[in-house]
């Protein structure tokens, strides 16, 4: 738990109040922001005051304030807007203890200018070293060395970039910093941080997404009973495609043998295959697809409930005359399925084809296909058992979350051929990703904002970064142990440390380049250094 104080936004009418307030006066109306409003950063000079106050309060030695019980207060950090010469954006104190008697407080001062390129800003590890030295009279010094590099950045599609949540970054520790910016040798310890969204139109199983945003439209219509239809994909209706199905069905049964039976075969399955030729490897359409994952491929096209009501009317017809005996796949328990296993007998029941049922039907077909897409790739690849994928492909569940759990896979399946093309990763680094993604999902709900992270060894990310700039990079430069350790940090980043300097103070922040150049990496400065106070 930490206190964090900033200053609130004040409506007009209280403007003409604040002016005859005496400078040195403190309002709570001052340290409570309101409700919906950004961080609003208080003075440099107020936040001193505050901390001055924070400390005396729990300092022993302050007799004459009669303070009878002294409580440890939680750390306090104040957003600041940078009107001192330094910029301070933050300052913090944090009470140092023994058991629960205080013996001093920690000091935090953390200043930040920029961006600039102009590497003359920039400081020079020895003389860091020196300072810290000076200040805390410490003979040795110990370095740490953070950098993060993003290794996925959106990409450019007809001069138009393509708004995405999908990130993929690198984030990189070491010990012993020999000098500012250096790369990060390859002995540190690395961790990979993946933020994927699902539906990129560049990636490999886009097809694939699109038939599920299908299967989402389905599943809304049957929960709200309005269906949002999809654009046809096939020039074709969806009942002359059925129709056609389910001829060819009948005259393979009556013994005909029909020319260009392969080419025919290959045109009924479904098209999730039409994937980049760089993932066919990994990602590839089933072989076994059987008469109901055949008709889902089928009536994707769909445009109407009208049409749907027609395309069932066929199959059903074509099932209680026997023009028909198609083969399923066991375990489905779809009323289609049901169906077809009671044709098997010459006799179906009566099924009405009304209300939400067809809209069911077809939901049920679609979810057992798109199911059995997941399974073959996850075990295909040896990434899961199915034993461990039970959880995802339950029918123990209602319609509505074995929707959404079909939807985590098809989100964990596009980090996973995301993580193939675009870094080459192999199975010794999927299998271990898949486990974490797995995990995460049996206990979340979908979020595709959230950030998987896998360790790995540093080489096996180097050449995305080796030649590229950091987002962030920083060093710590500490000294003593326990609670007498004292750390000054020197960073810069491509994005603002702080919201409420961006927001309140642009002036602060110059736009300086190199020679002009536009093409030098803009940083931030960021500097955080502390100081100890000792009450015995």
């Known amino acids: 738990m930490m206190y964090i104080l900033q200053k609130a936004r004040h409506n007009e009418e209280s403007d ?7 400078d040195d006066a403190i309002y709570a109306s001052e340290l409570l922001p309101k409700e919906n409003s950004g961080p609003v950063a208080l003075s440099v000079r107020r936040a001193k005051q505050l901390i001055s106050l924070y400390t005396m309060v729990q300092n022993p030695n302050m007799t004459h304030l009669n303070i009878s ?56 590890l020895e003389e860091l070293k020196m300072a810290h030295k000076m200040k805390h009279h410490s003979s040795i010094v110990v370095t740490k060395g953070f950098a993060q590099y993003e290794l996925i950045r959106a990409a450019v599609i007809e001069d138009t970039i393509v708004e995405s949540e999908s990130n993929i970054y690198v984030d990189i520790t070491w010990n012993t910093v020999d000098k500012i910016l250096e790369t990060p040798p390859l002995v540190s310890a690395a961790t990979l941080n993946i933020t994927l969204e699902s539906g990129d139109p560049r990636s490999p199983v886009y097809q694939l997404y699109r038939e599920l945003q299908f ?33 060819d069905l009948k005259k393979k049964l009556d013994g005909y043998c029909i020319s260009g039976s392969k080419n025919e075969t290959e045109k009924i399955k479904c098209d999730t295959a039409a994937v980049d030729s760089s993932i066919k490897s990994i990602f590839s359409e089933r072989g076994d697809l059987d008469f ?31 023009e028909i005996q198609p083969w399923i796949h066991q375990g489905s328990s779809s009323l289609l399925s049901k169906l077809i296993q009671q044709s098997y007998h010459g006799k179906i029941e009566v099924v009405s ?14 979810l057992d296909k798109m199911k059995k897409d997941y399974v073959s790739f996850f075990i295909g690849q040896e990434l899961a058992t199915l034993t461990y994928l039970d959880y995802f492909i339950s029918t123990s569940v209602d319609l509505q979350e074995q929707v959404h759990r079909v939807q985590k896979l098809h989100h ?58 950091p987002e962030i990079w920083k060093v710590d430069i500490s000294s003593g142990h326990g609670q007498k350790e004292v750390k000054t940090t020197w960073q810069v980043s491509t994005n603002p440390p702080v919201k409420h300097m961006t927001s309140n103070n642009t002036g602060l922040f110059s736009d300086s380049t190199v020679n002009g150049s536009s093409e030098e990496r803009m940083y931030f400065i960021t500097m955080a250094k502390c100081s100890q106070v000792h009450f015995t």
């Open 412 to 469: 964990m399946l596009e980090i996973m051929v995301s993580c193939t093309v675009l870094l080459q990763f192999k199975h010794e680094n999927l299998f271990p990703l898949t486990q974490i993604c797995m995990k995460y999902y049996k206990e979340n709900p979908l979020n595709e904002k959230h950030v998987f992270q896998l360790p790995i060894r540093p080489a096996l990310v180097k050449k995305f970064y080796q030649n590229d700039h």
């Open 292 to 322: 109901a994952e055949q008709l889902w491929c089928k009536m994707r096209s769909v445009s109407s409930y009208q049409e749907l009501i027609e395309c069932f009317t066929l199959i059903i017809k074509s099932l209680e005359h026997g």
């Open 215 to 247: 299967l989402l439209a389905l599943a809304e219509g049957l929960k709200t009973s309005v269906t949002e239809w999809p654009e046809p994909l096939e020039s074709e209706s969806a009942v002359e495609l059925v129709q056609e199905f389910l001829t």
């Open 353 to 366: 084809l009304s209300g939400i049922t067809p809209i069911q039907m077809l939901l049920e077909i679609g």
């Open 69 to 124: 019980d002294l409580v440890v207060l939680p750390p306090l950090w104040i957003r600041c807007d940078g009107s001192d010469p330094e910029h301070t954006c933050w300052l913090g104190a944090e009470p140092l203890k023994a058991g629960n008697k205080i013996t001093g407080i920690n000091f935090y001062m953390v200043t930040c200018d920029g961006p600039t390129a102009d590497k003359t800003y920039f400081a020079n």
């Open 16 to 22: 003409a109040m604040e002016e005859s307030k005496p």
